[in-house]
C-alpha cells in the first residue's frame, strides 16, 4: 500500500509557473515508477509526465519543454514543475504510483491548477 498526497496547486497567470509535490509514504519509494496525470472540465484523465525508479521520463507532448517531473527519493516525493503555463493546462493535477514489480495502482486526492488572468 501506497498513501500520497499532493501539494502545490493553486491558480496563476498565463505563462507563469507552479511546483506541484507528492509525498509518498507506507511503501518503498523507489520501487515505483511515479506518474502525474490530470482531468480538464468535460474531458478525460491523461497522463501527463511519469518518470522510473531509475529516472527515466516520459511526457505527453503537450507539456514538452514546459513541465519537468522529477523525484527526489531521499524525501520520497515526486515534483512536477510546470512552467510557461497556459489556460488549457487548468485541471486537477493527480499523483500516481505503479511499482516496478508485482501490481497496483495508486493514487493521491488531487490538487486544482487554475491558469487565468
Known amino acids: 500500500q501506497v498513501q500520497l498526497v499532493e501539494s502545490g496547486g493553486g491558480l496563476v497567470q498565463p505563462g507563469g509557473s507552479l511546483r506541484l509535490s507528492c509525498a509518498a509514504s507506507?511503501?518503498?519509494?523507489?520501487?515505483?515508477?511515479m506518474g502525474w496525470y490530470r482531468r480538464a472540465p468535460g474531458k478525460q484523465r491523461e497522463l501527463v509526465a511519469s518518470?522510473?525508479?531509475?529516472?527515466?521520463?516520459n511526457y505527453v507532448d503537450s507539456v514538452k519543454g514546459r513541465f519537468t517531473i522529477s523525484r527526489d527519493n531521499a524525501k520520497n516525493t515526486v515534483y512536477l514543475h510546470l512552467s510557461s503555463l497556459k489556460p488549457e493546462d487548468t485541471a486537477v493535477y493527480y499523483c500516481?504510483?505503479?511499482?516496478?514489480?508485482?501490481?497496483?495502482?495508486?493514487w493521491g486526492q488531487g490538487t486544482q491548477v487554475t491558469v487565468s488572468s
Open positions: 500516481n504510483a505503479k511499482p516496478e514489480l508485482g501490481y497496483g495502482d495508486y
Open positions: 518518470i522510473t525508479s531509475g529516472g527515466r521520463t
Open positions: 507506507g511503501s518503498i519509494f523507489i520501487m515505483y515508477t
